[in-house]
């Protein structure tokens, strides 16, 4: 049975950061994308980041969506089957659920799209602000 538990979501500052955390059980974290995305009070779900390994190099990707580059930064622990997004310079505007998704790798791609993610982690809530 897949499962993909979270933690991390808190109200924050303005300027501060938060890392959140995805803990993949019953699959192999490197067979698969890990995904995040984020859903704000009347707005579609949207991709913030992805990553998984390039089948053709075995080389880890990664690929954020505009808003967020050069702020989070998401990472894996192999060993631990966890996925983390370490977000920093938060934004009011970054207030949202977050959620983690699974699903095959070709599906992590620059356009960090919502299609193709099979298996979703229950969500966490993330508030910035004052």
């Known amino acids: 049975q897949f499962q993909l538990a979270q933690s991390g979501g808190d109200l924050v500052q303005p300027g501060g950061s938060l890392r959140l955390s995805c803990v993949v059980s019953?699959?192999?974290?490197?067979?698969?994308?890990i995904g995040w995305f984020r859903q704000a009070p009347g707005k579609e779900r949207e991709g913030v980041s992805c990553i998984s390994t390039f089948a053709r190099t075995n080389d880890e990707t990664a690929y954020y969506t505009d808003s967020v580059k050069g702020r989070f930064t998401i990472s894996r622990d192999l060993a631990k089957n966890t996925v983390y997004l370490q977000m920093n310079s938060l934004r009011p505007e970054d207030t949202a659920v977050y959620y983690c998704a699974a699903g095959l790798p070709y599906w992590c791609s620059r356009y960090v799209q919502i299609a193709g993610y099979e298996y979703w982690g229950q969500g966490t809530q993330v508030t910035v602000s004052s």
């Open positions: 019953g699959l192999t974290l490197d067979d698969y994308a």
